[in-house]
């Protein structure tokens, strides 16, 4: 990461150039012409014939004071965080809100498209494990870490245990997603993200109790140094209770939009860095679960990992942005909503894909002419068999890829052996279901004959 360069204060500014910033002003706004909210190792590179720069600065910072929002929450030196709402950030959160409201009523409309939506997007949840353990340096293969998690097989070292963690971290999140965020919770998702892994190192579950730990750059440079531990029990205390308290704009209550929210706590988790390892998984886990708690639902599929992958350094920058302008907020939730919105893109092309192969799965369905209909599921589960003649099933497999108890999975099995599509075979106290070579003559032979 090139070097960032901190501003000059704005009160140094201010009484250096006086009413030339008030006029500067008029010109040099929040955000340039072109919507971008530069820090000032960005906007110094840009030609202004016959401007003084530092004055300029001075006029962008007022005009963002102007407008500025103080946090609660504060970093160590005791400054406020502050954050600063420009159009672009209103306009990728009303995105998320008219995505989530459309497939809300989808799903409505259409109960197969939210009810079995784990297996219409069955790769999403997998996705974000795996290009999460990634980000932080897993070097599995996608192919291999997909592999290992719908066979549920045991991880053969650290970087499938990574994968593995995250997914159950994933499932974590949402399974207490109704919860109210304590310490005790955040210790939690770091236990998962890094159990097993190094764990004399990472201390599972526990905050970090000393201060040797720091975000390193390029070479050996230091690019933050987080709060002393003897400070993080009352500050992740203060964090829980701005995660806890309503930001609704009601009554005197300051808003905060929920989507803004869960970034923030993103955010401070880097920023506290509280564990030894595993702080981005629990930062990244934390905003997921801030999301679904809000009503999100659709951002249980939605890597935003994959993304962070690709462009790695543009995400530590917003950081250290944020850090050497006084705390400014803005900088990092600019380059989250940008993620955010590409990650949201990329859902919805899965989804509409999906979508149009439901309905074709559903017509194709329709064509075998059974008496007893097929629900989405057994449509889904059929045409899989039927194009894998000689393939072996259990019920646990299909607990996993239709989230559907064991006992259910059983029955679908059963019935397809009752209708010769499936062979059944014991195998010590349990049953294998092989797909038969003949399913789909048989199963053309039973349409026939009702």
């Known amino acids: 990461m090139a070097k960032v360069h901190k501003p000059t204060e704005f009160n140094v500014l201010l009484n250096q150039y006086g009413m030339q910033v008030f006029e500067l002003a008029r010109t040099f706004k929040a955000v340039d012409d072109k919507g971008r909210y530069l820090h000032w190792d960005e906007f110094r590179r840009y030609p202004s014939a016959g401007v003084n720069k530092d004055a300029a600065w001075a ?57 079995n939506a784990k297996y219409l997007v069955d790769a999403l949840m997998m996705e974000e494990a795996i290009s999460s353990a990634q980000l932080e340096g897993a070097s599995t293969t996608r192919k291999i870490a997909k592999d290992m998690l719908a066979k549920e097989r045991a991880p053969q070292n650290d970087d499938e245990r990574m994968i593995l963690n995250n997914y159950q971290l994933m499932k974590h999140a949402k399974y207490n997603k109704d919860e109210s965020l304590s310490v005790a919770l955040i210790c939690e998702f770091q236990s998962i993200a890094t159990a097993g892994v190094d764990e004399q190192d990472a201390h599972p579950g526990h905050i970090r109790e000393d201060d040797d730990i720091f975000v390193g750059g390029p070479g050996d440079e230091v690019v933050h140094q987080p709060p002393n531990a003897s400070l993080l029990p009352a500050r992740l205390e203060a964090l829980c209770r701005f995660a806890n308290d309503r930001h609704d704009g009601q009554e005197g209550r300051p ?17 506290e860095h509280p564990f030894r390892d595993g702080n981005g998984r629990t930062a990244r886990c934390l905003f997921y679960w801030f999301m679904l708690k809000s009503g999100y639902w659709p951002f249980e599929y939605i890597s935003i990992s994959t993304l962070l992958k690709e462009a790695p350094m543009q995400y530590g920058r917003s950081y250290v942005h944020t850090e050497t302008d006084g705390y400014d907020l803005t900088y990092f939730v600019i380059h989250q909503l940008r993620v955010i919105e590409r990650a949201i893109k990329a859902f919805l092309h899965h989804f509409e894909r999906k979508r149009l192969e439901a309905v074709e799965l559903m017509a194709w369905v329709q064509t075998l002419q059974l008496n007893d209909g097929l629900n989405y599921r057994q449509g889904h589960f059929l045409k899989k068999l039927l194009q894998h003649p000689g393939r072996i099933f259990t019920p646990k497999e299909l607990t996993h890829d239709y989230d559907i108890s064991e006992n259910t999975a059983r029955n679908d099995l059963e019935k397809w052996v009752g209708m010769k599509v499936l062979l059944k075979v014991q195998e010590g106290k349990g049953f294998l279901y092989i797909a038969g070579e003949d399913a789909e003559v048989n199963l053309k032979k039973i349409a026939g004959a009702r």
């Open 255 to 271: 808003f905060i939009h929920p989507v803004v929210k869960a970034i923030i706590l993103h955010f401070m988790i880097g920023y």
């Open 59 to 115: 006029a962008i910072k007022l005009s963002r004071a102007c407008c500025s929002k103080s946090l609660e929450l504060r970093s160590e030196c005791g400054s406020p965080f502050f954050l600063y709402t420009t159009d672009f950030c209103d306009a990728v959160i009303h995105g998320i809100e008219k995505v989530t409201s459309q497939l809300g009523g989808a799903a409505a409309s259409s109960p197969h498209y939210r009810d």
